[in-house]
């Protein structure tokens, strides 16, 4: 059984610009959710999708979005980039949803903004 | 506020030895507690997870205790190998469905 996916693995931006990160849970698993890991915050988490609807959040400004489409894809956005964005951001899927089930995560997204 | 501290930051141990990974959290009303392993530039792995109800969990040279009312888990390391030299996690989920992830202790096991 594949692994959870996301694309790309690398990506520099500019500030200002918007960012589309993208995540593929493992099949048959329905939730997916964010984080954002730096070294000076840690991880924390962004939010939580499961079948197609956002079902919990982080404390992150609304620049962070995303969505969840029907085959459980999910993508999130960062609009506005600024420095303090620059982060690996991983996402993590499950076949239940909520943190308490144990989550399979990707190798993530390192994102540099300049 | 759910506060998670893993101390120390980073610990070097000779290969073979024993060893304790110390996690602490502040809101004892967790629903439960969370060991990871990261590799670096890797995502996660999750090694361990104790419901509230519990008292430890074992996986292999892993076992991982909970003690809600002192608002400690630990994380023990039987027999130490080099691969087992990454960064460990750990993350309380709270009552609201939300998880407070710990900065991790960073082990490396010396040949």
């Known amino acids: 059984k594949a692994g959870v996916t996301q694309t790309p693995r690398y990506l520099i931006k500019t500030r200002g610009q918007q960012v589309t990160l993208s995540c593929s849970p493992i099949s048959g698993h329905r939730s997916v959710s964010w984080y954002q890991q730096t070294p000076g915050q840690g991880l924390q988490f962004l939010f939580e999708?499961?079948?197609?609807?956002?079902?919990n959040k982080g404390n992150f400004p609304g620049r962070f979005s995303g969505r969840q489409f029907s085959n459980s894809r999910s993508e999130m956005n960062v609009s506005t980039l600024e420095l303090g964005d620059s982060a690996l951001y991983l996402c993590?899927?499950?076949?239940?949803?909520?943190?308490?089930?144990?989550?399979?995560f990707g190798p993530g997204t390192r994102l540099t903004v300049t | 506020k759910q506060e998670v501290t893993q101390i120390p930051a980073a610990l070097s141990v000779p290969e073979g030895e024993n060893l304790v990974l110390n996690c602490s959290f502040t809101?004892?009303?967790?629903?439960?507690l969370q060991w990871f392993r990261q590799d670096p530039g890797k995502g996660l792995t999750s090694l361990l997870l104790?419901?509230?109800?519990?008292r430890e969990q074992t996986s292999g040279r892993l076992n991982a205790s909970l003690d809600k009312s002192s608002g400690r888990s630990t994380l023990y390391i039987a027999a130490s190998q080099p691969g087992d030299s990454a960064t460990y996690l750990c993350a309380a989920v709270n009552r609201d469905d939300k998880i407070i992830f710990g900065k991790g202790t960073r082990l490396h096991i010396l040949p």
């Open positions: 999708y499961f079948s197609e609807t956002q079902r």
């Open positions: 809101d004892s009303a967790i629903y439960n």
């Open positions: 104790i419901q509230s109800s519990q």
């Open positions: 993590a899927s499950s076949f239940d949803p909520g943190a308490g089930y144990e989550q399979y």
